[in-house]
């Protein structure tokens, strides 16, 4: 990671982008939070090229321990975060929420976020997840490989439609394809649950216009900005120009369109996902609304999420936290579930 003084200098560059902008700061909706002994096999699986990298080289910019991240994410004025974090396997993402309460307790303007795989009694701990103040969830079906319209997910999808609480989902085929990646299976999904509240991690990329079809049929689908349009993407997954006038405001999605970054998973600077959006000439009410107003909007007042004014309106520390008070797991040494080894499959996305 970046010396200090190169930090100071990054977050003064993203400061004055949404300062310029007139805004109170950015509500980003794709960073990237999960147990450290977790996240450090997820770097060791970019380190090492995994397949589903798509053998690109991907350094990451921001290795360091989560306090610091987390004050780095402060200093640009991120007002508003998530905790993506996601299973590979049966079994893990239950212990993923249970941690995912803790963090939410000790990081109020981070978005209480949780996930969910297709297992039995996926539906109990979605539901559960819930009670505890769940925000946000996170789908990964290309890390996770398995289908989106699995039967026994749909009970779940059930209840996050009622429930009205977005699901952050990267099922498109980028960097590298998985069986179930791509519009159709997700499509089955929305066709089921059209209210269900999906935001399309990386704009859907490369499937981008399949992507932006099902956001036009179904008014509750939206997208992130995850490293889209980034010169690190266009070299693999070039968004395609012709659809631009797709995301304006007044005649697209603009209203739908959310800034995701990544963090801290990315091979580049925080502030060029954000140079990236205003170079692509779509005004600045376009931005402010991207980087604030529509995930505030989503979410609640973004201006609420700092740890000193308390965190989100109805965000509080949730009840039924972890015993201990964030005390690890028993099991692993660093807190992973009983009898279970650390994941080794990991793509962040």
């Given amino acids: 990671m970046a010396d200090r003084a190169e930090a100071g200098d990054e977050a003064e560059d993203v400061r004055r982008f949404w300062e310029g902008l007139g805004l109170p700061g950015l509500v980003d909706v794709h960073t990237h939070f999960m147990p450290e002994s977790v ?53 893990m993402a239950e212990w993923l929420n249970q941690w995912a309460v803790d963090f ?79 519009p159709e299976p997700i499509g089955r999904v929305l ?14 990329m490369p499937e981008y216009e399949d992507f932006l079809d099902l956001a036009e049929r179904f008014g509750e689908v939206r997208l ?14 070039p968004f395609p120009r012709r659809a631009l006038p797709r995301l ?30 205003e170079r692509l000439g779509l005004g600045d009410e376009w931005l402010r609304a991207v980087c604030h107003d529509n995930g505030a909007r989503l979410f609640g007042p973004s201006d609420a999420a700092r740890p000193s004014d308390g965190g989100l309106p109805g965000d509080g520390p949730p009840s039924g936290g972890l015993p201990g008070d964030g005390a690890p797991s028993r099991g692993l040494p660093g807190g992973g579930p ?3 080894e650390l994941p080794g499959e990991e793509l962040s996305g």
């Fill in 338 to 340: 009983p009898g279970q």
């Fill in 39 to 91: 996240l450090r096999k997820v770097w060791a699986y970019f380190d090492g090229l995994g397949p589903l990298t798509g053998g690109v080289e991907w350094p990451i910019t921001y290795r360091a321990e989560e306090s610091e991240r987390l004050g780095l994410l402060r200093d640009f004025g991120v007002r508003t975060f998530t905790a993506m974090l996601y299973p590979h396997k049966p079994g």
């Fill in 224 to 237: 992130d900005t995850t490293m889209a349009f980034t010169d690190f993407s266009e070299e693999f997954a």
């Fill in 248 to 277: 304006a405001r007044l005649s697209g999605l603009g209203d739908r369109i959310l800034l995701g970054t990544d963090f801290p998973n990315i091979p580049y600077p925080y502030v060029h996902q954000l140079r990236v959006l």
């Fill in 104 to 182: 939410a307790r000790r990081t109020p303007d981070c978005l209480h976020t949780a996930t969910l795989f297709p297992e039995p009694g996926v539906a109990a701990y979605v539901r559960k997840a819930l009670d505890d103040g769940a925000r946000v969830f996170k789908a990964h079906v290309q890390v996770g490989a398995y289908d989106p319209a699995d039967e026994l997910l749909d009970p779940a999808w059930g209840l996050l439609a009622e429930a009205g609480t977005p699901v952050v989902i990267h099922c498109g085929s980028g960097p590298a394809p998985g069986k179930y990646t791509g």
């Fill in 191 to 204: 066709a089921r649950h059209p209210r269900l509240r999906l935001v399309f991690a990386h704009m859907g």
